[in-house]
Each structure stands twice: as structure tokens, then as C-alpha cells.
């Protein structure tokens, strides 16, 4: 098989490449170290180490990175971590729930091969024998000073032609300074090149080892075009899992809110059940206001019958008075009763 085909089949897996681990993406501590997972991936397989060494795991984005690759590729790999899970000022200070979790992590997935050695680089560095880690990451504190130690102390236990990581090479602002070492060192070894996204990693080749066989490594140090054609790739890869992260994000997001949308419309068809409730009893009660208006018309209006047949009643009495009162008969006995009316008088004025 050509070197070129050789690549690209081994490049190819990585089209869809999405990594399932431990970590919840959104909390921004895990964010600096995403964009290199896939080339974490891809060094591993293609070196085979026997023994990686990272300082400065933190969370476990870079390390678990390295350690999956490993399980998956059924590689002989010793890996191991080195940090004080403390904090720096850089990274930040946290809580031993850090260490915890990636403990926890690393018993459930890669206890067979992976080591957490909780203490400072310089004294975990003599645990390790002269020449003997393929791959050493160095991500702890990022100013100059510290980061020149920490490539001095552990650069005589890589092993010649080993792989030396660092992240952080392209920051500048504050008192970052690993780009300073990186222009330090790089012009040390023709194999050396740098990858300039998710704040830099550079990947530095120890003088002295055997040459290259892997198409993906022979690439890799193959300045401009193999590394840059390898940069690309590895780019879009990071952009493509950058854009699956947040596509998640909004699907959870969308979720969230269509379980927010659900809340709200069992919350309004529980109001408008309600709200149905109280038109029903106000239908109820306007009908049975409206039959007692109609009941009180209907007794008014008997009453205004019985007023009016009172008042007919009345006038036709009225009516029959006067007649008697101006017939001839009341006025032939008008002496009459004027003198039984005279003689009632008399009588009663005598007693
Ligand atoms: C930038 S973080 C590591 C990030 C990690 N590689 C990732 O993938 O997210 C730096 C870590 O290095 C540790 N550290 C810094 N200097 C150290 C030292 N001299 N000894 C031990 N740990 C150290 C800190 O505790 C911190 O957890």
C-alpha cells in the first residue's frame, strides 16, 4: 500500500470521530483540551507507546483522551497522571470532588493500565527510569518558569525519538509563557510542529530516535505540506465535534424548553378547566337568575291584573253612587232623611 493511501485509510475513521466520555462539555473547565481529543486519539494508535506520562490531568479531558485510545486500539500502553488535583492559578483551585470523579473514572474504564499518581511533578519524577516514556503531555502551570522545569526535570526519563506535548503554546496574554519555551526548543529538532487551535499544542519529537515509519507521524513532522494537509484535517475534525457539542447543547437546550412548553400547557388546560368550571356555574346561575326575573314579571304582572281589575271595580261602584245620588228618587227623599237625621240627633243629645 502507498504511504498516501496508508494515510488516508487511517485518517478516514476519524471523519465521524466523537468521543463518549465522562465529560459534560458545557462546564467550561473541560472546554481548552476538546479540540485535541481526536488528535490524542490518533497519536496513540499510531505511535503504540509503552509508557505515556502526563503532567497535569485535571479533569481528565487530555488523559482519558489518551487512555480510551488505548482500550480501544487494544494497545500495551502504561498511562499515567501526575498532579496534586489542587489547582493552580491558571486553571483555577477546586475541591476534591475533581480527583474523586477521575478516580472514579479511571478504576470503572482503565484500571488495568492507567495510574493516578496524586503529588507534584517533582516528586513523582523519580519514579520513572531514564528514557523510558514514549509520550510525556505537559499541561500543568503555563508561566514560563514553570513550564521550562517541568520540560527540564522530565526531559531525560522520554526516550530518544519519544513525543513531548504541550498545551497552551499559542497563549501570549498575562503571564502565560509556553510559547516562549516553544520557540525555545522547536528549532531543536527537525520533527517538531505545532497545531494552533483550542489555545495550541505542540508536539516535539526528543533527537535521537529511530525514523518514523507510521504514514500519520511521518506526515506530521513533514513541514509545510504533510503537517499542514494533518493540521487541517485535525482541524476540521475539532470543528466538527466543536459544532456536534453545541448541536447537542441546543438539542438539550430545545428539549428543556419543549419540557418547559409541555409544563405550561398543562398548566393552562388546567386553568382553562378551571376557567370552564366557573363560565358552567355562571351559566347555572344566570339561568337561575333569569327564571327568577321571569317568575318575579310574571307576578307583577298578575298583580298589575288584579290592580287593574280593583280600579275597574272601584270606578264602576263610583259610577253606580252617582247614579243613585243624582236619580229623582234620592232627591224626593232628601227631607226625608234630613229629618230622620235631625230626630237621631235630638235623640242622641238628649241621653
Ligand atoms: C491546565 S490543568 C490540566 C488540564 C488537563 N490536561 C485537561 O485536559 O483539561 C493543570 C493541572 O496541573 C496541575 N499542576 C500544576 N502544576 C503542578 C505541579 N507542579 N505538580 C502537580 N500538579 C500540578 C494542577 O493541579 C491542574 O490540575
Request: net charge negative; hydrophobic share 40%.
Amino acid at each position: 500500500m502507498q504511504h498516501s493511501d496508508a494515510l488516508l485509510q487511517f485518517m478516514s475513521r476519524y471523519v465521524d470521530y466523537s468521543y463518549t466520555g465522562p465529560h459534560d462539555f458545557e462546564r467550561p473547565e473541560s472546554l481548552p483540551w476538546v479540540g485535541h481529543m481526536a488528535f490524542a486519539d490518533m497519536l496513540v494508535r499510531a505511535y503504540r507507546p509503552e509508557l505515556l506520562v502526563e503532567l497535569g490531568a485535571y479533569t481528565g479531558v487530555s488523559f482519558f483522551s489518551f487512555c480510551n485510545a488505548v482500550r480501544q486500539a487494544w494497545l500495551h500502553t502504561s498511562c499515567c497522571a501526575v498532579d496534586t488535583w489542587k489547582g493552580e492559578h491558571h486553571a483555577g483551585y477546586y475541591g476534591e470532588e475533581v480527583f474523586a470523579a477521575v478516580e472514579r473514572h479511571t478504576e470503572r474504564n482503565y484500571a488495568e493500565f492507567a495510574r493516578l499518581l496524586r503529588m507534584t511533578f517533582d516528586e513523582a519524577v523519580d519514579r520513572f527510569e531514564d528514557g523510558s516514556v514514549d509520550i510525556l503531555h505537559i499541561d500543568g502551570l503555563h508561566t514560563y518558569e514553570a513550564v521550562r522545569h517541568d520540560f527540564d526535570t522530565w526531559l531525560p526519563k522520554v526516550r530518544p525519538g519519544g513525543i513531548v506535548l504541550f498545551h497552551d503554546v499559542v497563549e501570549q496574554h498575562d503571564d502565560f509563557g509556553v510559547w516562549k519555551l516553544w520557540d525555545e526548543i522547536e528549532s531543536l529538532t527537525p520533527e517538531s510542529c505545532c497545531f494552533r487551535h483550542s489555545h495550541g499544542l505542540g508536539v516535539w519529537r526528543k533527537p535521537g530516535g529511530p525514523e518514523l515509519e507510521h504514514p500519520f507521524l511521518r506526515a506530521l513532522f513533514d513541514r509545510p505540506e504533510g503537517f499542514e494537509a494533518v493540521a487541517a484535517f485535525v482541524r476540521a475534525v475539532a470543528e466538527r465535534q466543536e459544532l456536534q457539542r453545541r448541536a447537542h447543547a441546543l438539542e438539550r437546550l430545545a428539549e428543556e424548553r419543549q419540557e418547559q412548553i409541555n409544563a405550561c400547557q398543562a398548566e393552562s388546560e388546567a386553568r382553562q378547566a378551571v376557567i370552564d368550571d366557573c363560565n358552567a356555574r355562571l351559566e347555572q346561575r344566570a339561568e337561575e337568575l333569569r327564571a327568577a326575573r321571569d317568575e318575579m314579571c310574571e307576578r307583577d304582572a298578575a298583580h298589575q291584573r288584579e290592580i287593574d281589575a280593583l280600579r275597574c271595580e272601584k270606578a264602576r261602584v263610583e259610577e253606580a253612587y252617582d247614579r243613585i245620588l243624582r236619580s229623582r228618587s234620592w232627591l224626593v227623599t232628601r227631607p226625608l232623611r234630613f229629618a230622620a237625621e235631625w230626630i237621631r240627633k235630638r235623640r242622641a243629645g238628649s241621653r
